[in-house]
């Protein structure tokens, strides 16, 4: 593909995402004159072994509006390539999933009052492994001190929860050559609501958050926890979601569950569900990669997004449902470019500051030198995502109390039928399904065919059909086809679309033009909708 089609096709993602051709379906009905079998053509003859078998054609001085168009038909005909992988399973287990922390009885001697009297208090804390809960314990010498919450006489680790989800690997296709883990942790302030020494009531008002945040590989000390990356993997309520995107400016965090992880060639799409994405062209220049990816849904172009990138080679985007992110793209000795990329589903928009679930606001975990702190908004150093609660004031706790955290954990009091316990741990039990019934589609890719000038392809040289875009005055070869006699096509004619059995080279070839631009653009539309 010749330097001047690049320089063309560079200019396609802009043509497109400022022009109103983005809202234009795919599926509307246009007048179109047609000459030969060209619904044959379109049924059987543009795929071969599931691999494109024709070139798009456009005029090396065409107007911009024939480029964009040969880039639909190509993008349309791509669709027609993928290849899928279906599963059938009809095996279902049900069980169930109990954890429990290590307790702690607020009663036991100094643990609930000091020599004066006072009323005690306490943060506990619980995470997937101890050895994080651990290191905020009092014996380590690293409290928390979180100014959410007033200062508290002991922080003490209740250990592990196993119900909670640890990552130990929160780079699984090794995008950034990473180990580093990520883990859920509970943060809850009790104080003694009496200062009689035989009380058995508690109080927490506020004091109770949920976080998950990213470790250093093996190490569990706060003050090293890693920032936040778009394409992390982190655990968040349970289930295991990417970070597709990070809007720092707005304080919104994008979460995926990822369906294609991997590398894609410029040209080739995936295809998940109803969404198609493709990867065009990637340019090089000195240091500098041009790089352009199409989302379509049901065939219809809804985004198309252009990025220049420089030493930092990963940007992300939202379009519709999905998610795209993109760690790094290059160019081989060919000049062939390729892309790493996540493409995720069941995007989840956590806005700081925001209600996510009742009583629960969303907050940023920020590591300040070793302070942790549950921000409203996307502050420096961000390690993390929390819940904090924000709902009445709980008092007046005793045996039998049962503190819902985040619809996620339980606080759980017990007396254990004895005046001198109160008996607290952290609780969890849900009944997990495992296995399906039916079918379940597996990722589908696909090729994009390739968009040519007509300076660069001959008719009696294609090892391929054609595809031409524009008649004799904006395309050669066409013009060409013009001069034998082969179509007939004037600045009169309406959207027109001719195939001649066998004119390149043995293979077909399909005009698509008019008399001018727009009924040439007709009859493309009139085109993708017969593809």
Known sequence: MGETLKSVLKKIGCILFGSTLLSTSFMAVYALEKYGNVNDFLDGDLVKNGNPDVYIVVGENSAAQDVTSANKISVKIGTLTYSETVIEDTSTTEYNIIGKSESINLLDGT???????????????TAADNSYSDYFDDNEGNSISYSGFSEADQTKSLGELGYLLKLYDIDPENHFESDDDATEIIFTRITDSDTNANSQTFDIGKDMVYASIVYQNQVSAFKLSKELKEGYEIPFLGTKYRIVKIDKDNGIIYLG??????????????????????LGEILENDDEYSVEISVLRNGNLIEEHTEILRSDKSFSFIAGTIGVTVHDVWTNAASTGYADITICKSITELELGEEYIEDWELRAVTNDDGTIDFLKTYGGNTVGIALAYTGNDIKGINDGGRIEI??????????????????????AEKTVTTGSTGETLITKSGKVPEVVLDSEIDLDKADKNLILVGGPVANKLAKELQNEGKIDIDNESPATAVLIEGAANGNDVLVIAGGDRYSTESAVLSILNLI
């Open 406 to 427: 985040a619809d996620y954990v339980n606080l759980v009091f017990d007396d254990e039928d004895d005046l001198d316990k109160m008996i607290a741990e952290f609780r």
């Open 257 to 278: 569950t990822a369906s294609y992880d991997g590398t894609i060639e410029q040209n080739q799409y995936i295809s998940l569900g109803a969404y198609q994405v493709v």
């Open 111 to 125: 643990d609930k009052l000091d020599s004066t009297g006072t009323e005690k208090s306490w943060i506990l804390v």
